[in-house]
């Protein structure tokens, strides 16, 4: 193939991180996880690229930079809008579950595992399909040539970067675990042992050597040949051993879906469908379409009761419903039914909570199976961009987490997405619908979205947080959609959403002082700490000439770059 350095030539004259950021732009705009792998995707819109040639430098440099969340190991979710084409389409590069894989893979003498002894080692490790996924939707959507992509994230692992503050207290935190691994110890700590400080300068060859065969080899270098046999040896010969095999890494297929759309007000807000969590997202918005959540003061007791009784209601769905639609019955269509969710509203009170919700019943669907119990979720990261043409890109990138399964294998982590699934495989005498099965996607939180307005792209959304995603996005969609925010100001504000059957409110900020007043109203509140990473587009169009806005949650170390 050959190959064209305009885009590596333009990230070399880049510093290794822009000590500002703009927050408006007027014609393309990356917001990511990182500085640095913002203006590797920023270098590839200026090369001419697309947004999505642009995500697949993001995520490579993700990999390198934020190993704790996301990388080459893991899956991801991708909505990607064609300007031109006017065609929005979902592409689903989620994990799946080796062939031999069976639904007693989480149970010991009968009874679940705890989690983090099902979830480090082998037994976890899943398909990854992130990098199967950017081939595909590169085909489609991509110009700049594949090897191109690669180009920042090579030059990055050969040369060093320095180790943020939130990569150097993850290795801080998991420094045990990390140990247990010969090439993460070898990594990520120093000659006498201890974990890397912030400022440290962290190289990782090894993972440039795995980005050079991938911008060589294409996505088959992953998953055939001697990497794909050093991956299941890791998880085959781990003390915690999984199932997978390299029939089920060179089978591994993405899957090109039709988007979920749901009109809200004046909005119409798309994600991908299941197994993502888009459908409780869009729940959400569907029950708040029938709360006047305009009129709502954003940091009051009545918004918040309104996002956390929604949520509470579309978390009672989704613990029933949502699973792989390949493997069993999903009512999307009845779950996101205007009648349906019309009638789950009259359940929704600003003025009294619930006591239990329950899940409701889709027409013509049945009883609802069995609900499955709430189980930690992690270690993700998202990327919205937007390219000159109109083209763009949501995508919400993971390895579960933090560092996945510790399994490090040429420079980058496994995943242990398969604890997504289910643990125990039936509840109440019947099947959990996400429950183990060979070759299943487990149901996943992650719901990168899009937001349109007479057919005009308006919003690219999303976050990492584990199941907190299906809140953090709802609410940034109401902040931006009902309250008008722009998106730094929407990725900013205290948070206030449901979790499973809880309301939380976000630790050391306005909306903790909101929990007597809920309480009284009848809802479980807990205040935590609510550790989001919203990266989000907007564009507001004035006079005919569009204005590019985006913004990175201060939570964590996103970016905004742009031009």
């Known amino acids: 193939m050959r190959r064209r350095p305009f885009a590596l030539l333009l990230f070399l004259l880049l510093p290794l991180a822009a000590p500002a950021q703009p ?41 390198l930079v934020e190993p704790q969340s996301s990388g080459i190991g893991g899956g991801a979710f991708l909505l990607h809008w064609s300007g031109g084409e006017r065609r929005l389409t979902a592409w689903d590069g989620r994990e799946a579950a080796p062939a031999a894989a069976r639904p007693d893979l989480f149970l010991q003498n009968g009874a679940p595992m705890a989690f983090e002894a099902a979830a480090l080692g082998g037994r976890a490790v899943g398909v990854p399909g992130v990098l199967r996924m ?40 998991h420094a045990e675990a990390l140990r247990a691994d010969p090439a993460a110890r070898a990594l990520f700590f120093t000659a006498e042992g201890a974990p890397l400080a912030e400022g440290a300068r962290l190289a990782n060859p090894a993972l440039a050597a795995t980005l050079r065969a991938v911008a060589e080899q294409g996505a088959d270098a992953l998953h055939r040949g001697p990497i794909a046999a050093e991956i299941v040896r890791a998880v085959r010969s781990h003390a915690n051993p999984g199932v997978l095999t390299a029939d089920d890494l060179a089978g591994y297929a993405p899957q090109r879906r039709e988007a979920l759309c749901l009109p809200y007000r004046a909005h119409v807000v798309c994600g991908p469908p299941p197994p993502s969590g888009a459908a409780a997202v869009l729940q959400i918005l569907g029950l708040l379409g029938h709360v006047e959540m305009p009129a709502l003061p954003p940091g009051g007791a009545d918004a918040a009761m309104a996002l956390g009784e929604a949520g509470r209601l579309a978390f009672a769905d989704r613990n029933a419903y949502l699973a792989d639609p390949g493997f069993v019955p999903v009512p999307v269509a009845g779950l996101l039914d205007p009648a349906y969710l019309t009638g789950r509203a009259q359940l929704l009170s600003l003025d009294r909570a619930l006591a239990q919700p329950r899940p409701g019943n889709p027409r013509r669907f049945g009883p609802a199976p069995p609900a499955q119990p709430a189980q930690p979720e992690g270690g993700t990261s998202h990327l919205s961009i937007l390219d000159a043409e109109g083209g763009a890109v949501s995508m919400t990138s993971t390895i579960e987490g933090p560092f996945g399964a510790r399994l490090m294998v040429r420079g980058f982590f496994l995943n242990n997405q398969l604890t997504d699934f289910a643990f125990a495989p039936e509840s109440e005498g019947r099947p959990v619908a996400n429950r183990v099965e060979g070759g299943k996607r487990p149901r996943s939180s992650m719901s990168p979205m899009m937001a349109f307005r007479d ?11 584990g199941a907190r995603i299906i809140g953090y996005v709802a609410r940034a969609m109401v902040a931006m959609l009902d309250w008008n925010m722009d998106p730094q100001p929407a990725a900013a504000q205290p948070h206030m959403g449901a979790l499973h059957g809880v309301v939380e409110l976000e630790e050391g900020t306005a909306a903790a002082a909101l929990a007597p007043s809920l309480i009284a109203r009848g809802l479980p509140v807990e205040v935590r700490e609510m550790n989001s990473g919203l990266n989000l587009i907007r564009l507001r169009r004035e006079g005919g000439l569009a204005r590019i806005l985006g913004g990175a949650d201060p939570r964590r170390e996103g970016a905004v770059a742009g031009d």
């Open 134 to 173: 950017l081939e595909e939707a590169h085909r489609a959507h991509g110009r700049l040539p594949w090897a191109d992509l690669f180009a920042p994230a090579i030059r990055l692992a050969e040369e060093g970067f320095p180790v943020s503050p939130r990569l150097a207290r993850a290795i801080a935190a």
């Open 23 to 63: 927050l408006t732009a007027q014609r393309q705009m990356v917001v990511a996880g990182h500085p640095l792998a913002a203006e590797a995707g920023l270098a590839m819109l200026r090369a001419g690229g697309t947004a999505l040639d642009a995500a697949v430098a993001v995520q490579a440099v993700l990999s």
């Open 455 to 465: 057919g005009e792209l308006e919003v690219i959304a999303g976050s990492p947080g």
